[in-house]
Structure formats: structure tokens, C-alpha cells
């Protein structure tokens, strides 16, 4: 069901705070959770009927929060509904010196490369293990089939 789109996540909090991700991590303002899928039209047309996938994983299609990137100027770009660049859910947006936590999980079968252009991430916990050492990074690698981790966002010098 999850290939199908059956799929999300679930935020737990330490008890008693609301601005960290476990106790003594990196506070922070505001927190996101994406959660990343891939779609092989194939695969999915055969689930859909009950049919077992005959063939091997493609994806074509790629989500962020169950929704697709548009280029600018194509239909639905800029829509919030439609494009994840534009999605408050999906798109960062805060002040300088602001953390915020993103929650990230991949309920597809392929890996990603989360990069998030310019701005550096504190890789904090893998699959809810806490890190030994918090790496910083603008480029994360997300294991496909229930890869997931949890990052604060926040050095950029420009605001982001």
C-alpha cells in the first residue's frame, strides 16, 4: 500500500520541550517534515488491479509531500497546491540565525540526494538513531524504502 501512496510520518517530541529533537539537540523556531516518494507508473497500474509488478522499478515520477516540482510557466507553477516549491509544508523559509528542524522520511524505493542549495544542514539522527557527531551539510543521501533522518536547517548568511 505505501507504493500505492499509503504512507506518512509521525513527530514525537521530548516530553516537555517543544523546540528540540531530543534532549541537549540544537534548538529550534519552526520544523518541517518532508516526505519523499517515487512513482513507476508500470508498478502502480499493476498494484492498483491487484497484480503482482512483472517487471523492474522505473520511476518517472518523483514527490516531495505528495507533490511534483513545475518548471516555471508550465501549468500549476507557483500554485501551492501543486508545486512543491511553493508549498509552505515543503518550501524553507525563515530569518538569519533561525533553526529549523526537518523531519525527513523516504516511503519510496529509490534513494535520494536532498540538497538544499545553498543552505547547510546539522544531520542530527538516521532511521531515530542519534548521531555521535553532527555532520554539516548541504547535500544529504536518504536510503530508499523507509530511508529517514532528522536535520536542522540554519546557517545560511543571506536569510533563506
Known amino acids: 500500500m505505501r507504493l500505492l501512496g499509503l504512507h506518512g510520518g509521525l513527530a514525537v517530541m521530548p516530553s516537555g520541550s517543544s523546540d528540540e529533537l531530543y534532549p541537549g539537540s540544537p534548538t529550534f523556531v519552526q520544523q518541517y517534515f518532508w516526505i519523499f516518494h517515487d512513482i513507476d507508473p508500470a508498478w502502480h ?47 524553507l523559509h525563515g530569518h538569519v540565525g533561525d533553526r529549523a528542524l526537518v523531519r525527513i522520511l523516504n516511503a ?21 538513531v542519534i548521531r555521535p557527531d553532527v555532520w554539516k551539510k548541504d547535500c544529504i543521501y536518504l536510503d530508499g524504502d523507509m530511508g529517514a533522518l532528522a536535520a536542522s536547517h540554519g546557517e545560511r548568511s543571506e536569510g533563506w
Open 45 to 91: 497500474d499493476r498494484l492498483r488491479r491487484g497484480l503482482t509488478p512483472n517487471t523492474d522499478y522505473v520511476p518517472r515520477y518523483f514527490t516531495i509531500n505528495g507533490l511534483g516540482g513545475r518548471p516555471p510557466g508550465a501549468p500549476g507553477s507557483g500554485d501551492p497546491a501543486q508545486d512543491a516549491m511553493h508549498d509552505p509544508r515543503s518550501a
Open 108 to 128: 519510496g524505493l529509490c534513494a535520494q540526494s536532498v540538497h538544499t542549495h545553498g543552505n547547510h544542514m546539522e544531520w542530527l539522527t538516521q532511521n531515530g
